[in-house]
């Protein structure tokens, strides 16, 4: 540092040897002589530059780096050694005051491997590490892309299906209520006759069931004195000769009328007299309850 100092104070351009700048690094020199030498760092970007190498490999190693053996250390140091004794520089070399554990570091790695072989092989591990890092990044951006237009497919794929489903509930409603209005205009042009019991009615005559012979179906309206007695009921429909032409099961009062309604197709039924025998229905036994008697009318 003094043959540095008289270089610098007689203005001839003189850079700082590596070993200097490792002795100036460990803040090994007086505070005069490191003032001398930061001016100079400050003024010459080859001894700046040389200054941001020592300081970057005498900072902590950083994970992706590999740590020289002691071997390599002993033989570089040696070989340190021989170098500076052959360029009559040792002496100075010897007035710097270094650790035991950092003089053979420094010389290990600013001497043996060099700074610059040492700055490319670390830009080129660091190089190799970015371009692993954008190829994990491309893969998992491709591997987000894949998944994002799958979730697309899917998502149209259950919107068709879903349009689908409401194109055919839209028309199975349609058709319901073409239906729907069908059989309201049907009822509306079923003629409905009322028919009283026996029991009621005495022993008048038959009631009458007049029909046109276009007419589909009918419907007669019996008369019961407390329609929920049973859960269901059963009618039976005898001719005029006393033989079953008909029997319908299952059958509910409607409302809170006392009518007991019961639809007929025209075409079962002759002209004639007919007795409907009604009988309540619970727990599989059937019980009779009234009878009614009519006579059935086709004209036109």
Not at 195 to 219: A, C, H, N, P, Y
Request: charge should be positive; charged fraction near 30%; aromatic fraction near 8%.
């Amino acid at each position: 540092m003094k043959a540095a100092r008289a270089k610098f104070d007689d203005g001839n351009v003189r850079h700082l040897s590596e070993a200097e700048m490792v002795a100036y690094y460990h803040e090994r020199v007086s505070a005069a002589e490191r003032e001398e030498a930061r001016l100079h760092i400050l003024q010459c970007d080859h001894c700046l530059q040389l200054f941001k190498d020592v300081s970057d490999f005498f900072d902590p190693r950083r994970e992706d780096e590999e740590e020289i053996d002691q071997l390599q250390i002993r033989r570089t140091w040696n070989d340190f050694s021989k170098r500076k004794a052959a360029s009559g520089i040792v002496e100075p070399a010897r007035r710097i005051s270094f650790p035991p554990a950092a003089l053979p570091l420094a010389a290990g790695l600013l001497i043996t491997l060099g700074l610059p072989t040492v700055l490319m092989w670390r830009e080129r591990q660091e190089r190799l590490q970015a371009q692993l890092q954008i190829a994990q990044l491309q893969s998992r951006r491709q591997d987000l892309d894949d998944r994002m237009s799958q979730t697309e497919r899917i998502a149209s794929d259950q919107l068709e299906q879903e349009r689908e489903r409401r194109a055919k509930a839209e028309a199975r409603l349609k058709d319901l209520q073409i239906r729907l209005d069908g059989l309201k205009q049907s009822q509306q042009n079923i003629p409905i006759f009322p028919i009283g019991s026996e029991s009621i009615r005495g022993q008048q005559e038959d009631s009458l069931v007049s029909v046109t012979r276009t007419t589909k179906t009918f419907m007669l309206s019996l008369d019961i004195y407390n329609p929920y007695e049973y859960p269901e009921y059963v009618v039976e429909i005898f001719d005029q000769h006393g033989q079953r032409v008909k029997e319908i099961s299952r059958l509910r009062p409607v409302g809170a009328v006392k009518t007991l309604n019961l639809t007929l197709n025209r075409r079962s039924l002759k002209e004639g007299k007919y007795l409907l025998r009604l009988s309540g229905w619970r727990g599989g036994i059937k019980k009779k309850i009234e009878e009614y008697s009519f006579s059935l009318n086709l004209s036109g």
